[in-house]
């Protein structure tokens, strides 16, 4: 007869346990600190370096000495023979106050000034913002007036005329938030000529349009490029005059527009790494015994209830939309694991009330490695797709 202390070789010994009992943990801290480090690499490859900035003169004026139209005009003639007469836009940012993802605005500081040529026309009054988002609220005030007070373009010499404006304006355009917290977004400056149409006049932007102001700086944003554009705007109305055909009017807009992106180093510490943490609490509870059942229902019911904090606090910012954005899938594929867990937990306490315990470990083990390394790839999956 065999001693009582002699092992069962269907059962394993002490150490043996403790490895199994080990080894998954490990598996599942290895995969998160692997997700966390592919993160921070793809950030760090995908980091864009702001363009160089300029420094704003202290003061608009016109350089003595400035005479004839080549001097004036380096781009060519003002008025080419047979082609729309050419009007030169240009913008110089130096503040965005205020940024409001939430209702889809922003507000933005900066000088706008307009060159051409001939005495018969005036663009400086006839332009409008086509993305103004508060009327009321707009400051426009003429650099070069008149003893009045009156706006007066103020001449260049050659027949060219000069006006520079500073304006303080609320803007709005709907924000693509999709990829949040890897989405970039773009500050546009609109304007139109509400007078002449694509055959009298056009914009042209000009060179010193994307020139940067050293002081400029959006808390919580990096500032990636500056760009001006010309495009043409059709409307496919005639705005109830009979006189006219419908879209036969095409106008010349330039928008001025500010590159900006979210650094990723930061929003991943206050995004995807709260709930990454949570998630490996969440893991734990496959750990616990199945007897501790209490234990394990109240640590799935607290990671949910963090998950929805966080979920809550992280799209606070972000504007109504009618689609998922990318946190959204993070977390939608996080209740599934919680939900996962908690059945698995009633599972395995079934078993274990059968007198099945050894069958009770293992369903926790598998469901804690398949678990894991479904919601680890999946995570990983999306964010690559995103980054």
Known sequence: M???NSRDPQRPDGKTSARRAFTLPLAVAIAAAALVAMLAFNARRHRVDPPTRRPMPMRIARPAGM????????MGEGRPTGGPRRVYVGVYAFHVPQLDLSNNAYLVDFWLWFRWHGSDIDPSKSFEFMNQFEAWDLLKQPVYVDDQGNARPDPLGGDWF???FHVQARFGRPFDVRRYPFDHQQLVIALEDTDMTTRQMTYVPDPGTTAIDPSLDIPGWNLTNVTATVTEAQYQTNFGDPRRPVGDDRYTRFSYTIHI????LGYLATTLVPITIVMLITFACFLIPSRYFEGRLGLGITSLISAVALQLTASSDLPKTGYLVLLDHVYNLSYLVIFVATLESVIAVRLADAEREEAS???DRWTLGVS???YFGSVAWLLARAV
């Open 162 to 164: 000069y006006q520079v």
């Open 67 to 74: 005479q004839g139209v080549d001097r004036v005009d380096p």
């Open 2 to 4: 065999s001693s009582s």
């Open 361 to 363: 470990r293992k369903v």
């Open 261 to 264: 992106a979210r650094p990723v």
């Open 372 to 374: 894991a390394a479904l």
